[in-house]
């Protein structure tokens, strides 16, 4: 029989955070998308999908409201690039409201502070 020995100083695997999404139209044409969570590659196609029902209600300005989300990787930064390319070729914007600290940190170091509309 063998025997398993447990590592003391292993840190337990965090269970992962849900992202959570809801979106409001505050006046004609302007969707609001408020995000929280980590937007991660189990939660992108969430968000991409969320996107998507913005643009399929003609807002003609979507904000994206990220104040709430705790961690951001690269699928979460493609999703909102897509996003942005697709409300650029309509004519239409999308803006970062409020990136949290983590989501301020990676739109700097990938420069794409300078591409979004940040408010």
Known sequence: MSRVEENPGAQAARPAE????????????VGVLTVSGELDISTAGA???????????DAQRIEVDLSGVVFMDSSALSALVGAHERATKLGHTL?????SPP?????DITG????????
């Open 112 to 119: 794409l502070d300078r591409v979004f509309e940040l408010i």
């Open 47 to 57: 968000l991409q999908h969320a996107l998507e029902e913005l643009f399929e209600a």
């Open 18 to 29: 849900v992202a959570e999404f809801s979106s409001r139209f505050p006046t004609p044409g």
């Open 95 to 99: 803006a970062l409201v409020r990136p």
């Open 103 to 107: 989501c301020a940190k990676v739109l």
